[in-house]
Structure formats: structure tokens, C-alpha cells
């Protein structure tokens, strides 16, 4: 189990800035939720969460889920939040699997993150053809 602390990950820019996430809360559902500074006040702050959900009641499977979220904020009235981009990632994972299996399934979830196809679906809105 990791401690809840501060999270810093590089963001999109040209030349990447890392950025802070500090710990906020944990919520009831053992989700944490960190937030970076925000530029133009509480609304403008970026968010990430993690969670972690053990099998119970005879699921035989852990959930564990990811999410990013980056406030839009209007040109116009900069204080104003206009709309959310938002990345959510669940992982299902059978009691069973292996560590191999855990490892394949990051591994092959960070690469396909890494490629020319995602990054012209999420950066151009470009669909595969």
C-alpha cells in the first residue's frame, strides 16, 4: 500500500512541466483525490483519483480505477469553468491472474497510451480508418 502524498506527472506541454498533485480526501469508497494548483482559483484545479475495490461478496475480480480531469475554462471569463476533459481507466482483474498477467495488462495499457493511433484520437479527434 502506498502512503497518500503529493503526485507530480509531467503535462503535454512542448517542453513537459511536471505538475504536483497534492492529497485532498479519500472518499467513502476508498477512491483518493489529489489536485494541482489551479491557475484562475478552485474551478481551474486539475484532479486525479485512484481507487482500489478488493472482491467481495463473491466477485471474483478487483476493480481498480484511474481518473484525470482537466477543467475547461472560457477565454472570454477566465474564472468561468465551461466544460471537463476527462480520462478514465478500470482495470478488471481476476483474483487468479498472475503477477505477469497484472504487469502485461499496465504494460500494455501505458504502451498503447504511447501510440500514433491514441494520440491522433485524443490530440485531432482522428478516428482509425
Known sequence: ?????AIDIDNGASTPVGVTFNPSSIDPNG?????????????????ISLGVKLPK???SVARVTAKVV???M???DVPVKIGECIANVE?????R????DRANLLA?????????ELIAAVTKLESIY
Open 1 to 5: 500500500m502506498t502512503a497518500f502524498a
Open 57 to 59: 461478496n463473491g466477485s
Open 91 to 95: 482495470f478488471v482483474i481476476p483474483k
Open 97 to 100: 491472474a498472475s503477477d505477469d
Open 108 to 116: 500494455f495499457l501505458h504502451n498503447l497510451v504511447n501510440t500514433d
Open 70 to 72: 482537466i477543467p475547461v
Open 31 to 47: 477512491v483518493a483525490h489529489l489536485y494541482a494548483d489551479g491557475d484562475n482559483g478552485f474551478d481551474s484545479r486539475n484532479h
Open 74 to 76: 472560457s477565454a472570454d
